[in-house]
């Protein structure tokens, strides 16, 4: 049998190209070789909130590298410098052959590019081609090690042609779109004369700077040139076309997998491998333009692109909609099972922390069960898909397990990601053998979509057991714990209005408990409240044929049955007098707990509300308490 070999992919915003490619260059050789890839993908740093991160980062936490034979690293695209220090943390310690892209660790091997020389031939040449002595630079993540080594070369470049460094000329981003179009708004709103070039750290920069530009007017190249680095697609087919450096993502990725398959093979290689770039100098910089390959299959592409973004806008929000109109985790699952079956997958799983939703404590009140650092012991796989069958049966599997079932066959791709709300975790999802985490641009609103509907549920959950709660505490006596005043009326109510309708006989006890003042005066108001228990604990105790009792008033309780008969009703008294008269025997109290009691029975009938019975019984109840005192030689008032 042939041994199953799993390589673990951790990175984040695969959506961008730079990723994409390197992960389209894993996945294929990973299908061609028979090995399983597991990627970790979290969206960090794309709602610019922290507590967003904190959700989107955990997914990270989930790994159990010791089930891997493989790690390919891509710190680089992590914001995040603790999240990133912990990871390699991590890897450090399991041991397992690992491959860092972009980002150079020791005891791992390494693949990467020369950052500083690409970049240097990219500023040289404005100031070397173009005679340009006032340069600006738009830098990425400070953090960075590729960001820097591009700095650094920008820095060096100008010192060696004797140009000042201004760093009012030198923007500080995070290779973010928004980066481009706020540095520009800084270098024109400057002191410094505007620039004559302005140098971008990765493509998407460069491309939202000349959007900058040209929204203040000005002209690229004829203005102010751009330049960016990565020779992106959007980058290659704009107008102007963006003047950028080339790598080969795509080899890159498959060259990470090619060294783990040598090393798990023993076959000698280099730790480090420097991949060549390619300057290009096009458009942007006022060189010549660079021929697109064939126009046709460029409108090809941009209408497909265009048409899938707007397909997938359309989908999204149809999903949406779909989720909102979910009120429970059962509805949630079988609408979410018609989206999975949308993006074509061969295996889906969505699992939930074991302790996923609120619960309600009667110390502490509602808990809120707040995971924001790793997992449950155990997970709920709440849904699942392989072999054109869905299952939602809730099952539960340990957490180290990542994916339920395990891994069983050769070739796979599974894309992990959290689905969290802010930094709160709910769990993960698992999606096998897709094209649409890495082609479509909705694979994160898609993902976004089924946590917000789990989190709404939970709310939804979380306040119809807070309005159950509320509702005991209207229809429930807070010392008793039976039902009060208003519980009465509700749930006797109901039984005398189908009584009513059947013409049944009803029957009503009114309950007097004797002597609480004198028990509250003499021995505290404590001994009281137990008097009142006891009495109450007996009612429920004698009730056993379906009876509704509740605790009237402070001394006072009410008995209500239908299809009661004389013989019923006596027997109901005398059972409860019988078990205070053995609580009295045995409670070594220095008072007895005793109770009078009446009751009236009578046909029901809509015209007579039930209170008239009430009164009724507590007419009798009274007659016989008066009675007995006189009997006592007790004042009867």
Known sequence: MKTIKNIAVLVSCIDEEYQNKILCGITDYAKREGYNVSVFNAFGGNLKSLKQDVGEYNIYNLIDYSRFDGIILLTNTITSEEVKDRIIQS??????????????????????????????????????????????????????????????????????????IQEERIYHGNFRYDDGINAIDKFLNSNLERPDAIVCANDVMALSAIKGLQAHG???????????????????????????????????????????????????????????????????????????????????KSYNKLSQYRSGVMNMNLMASDLAETSSISEVMSKISKHVLDIECTEFYLCLCEDWCSTYDAERGFVDNIITNGYTNNMLCMLSYKNGTFNNDGFKFPYKDMIPNGYHDCGNVYYYAPIHFHEKCLGYCIIGNSSFPLQSPMYHSWLVNISTCIENVINKISLKNMVNELDKLYVIDNLSKIYNRNGFYRFAGEIYKNACINKDYVMVLFIDLDGLKYINDRFGHHEGDNTILEVAETIKVCCTNGEVYARFGGDEFLVFASNYSEDDAKQLCINIEDRLNVYNQKSEKPYKVGASMGYHITVADENIPIANIISIADSKMYELKRQRRKMRGQPVN
């Open 91 to 164: 890897v450090k310690e399991s041991n397992i052959c690992t491959v860092s892209i972009d980002n150079t660790l020791l005891d791992t091997y390494n693949i990467g590019i020369d950052n500083f020389e690409a970049m240097s031939q990219m500023v040289s040449h404005f100031v070397e081609h173009h005679k340009f002595t006032k340069i600006n630079y738009i830098s990425g993540m400070d953090d960075n090690c590729d960001s820097q080594a591009r700095l650094d070369a920008y820095k060096q470049v100008l010192t060696a042609h004797n140009i000042p």
């Open 218 to 300: 000005l002209r690229v190249p004829q203005d102010v040139c751009i330049s960016g680095f990565d020779r992106i697609y959007d980058a290659k087919n704009y107008y102007p076309e963006v003047s950028t450096i080339e790598r080969p993502l795509y080899d890159i990725g498959q060259l990470a997998c090619e060294k783990i398959n040598r090393y798990l093979n023993a076959i000698p290689q280099e730790q480090c491998e420097t991949i060549r770039t390619k300057a290009i100098f096009t458009q942007s910089c006022g060189c010549l333009k660079c021929k697109i390959e064939s126009i046709n299959d460029f409108r090809i």
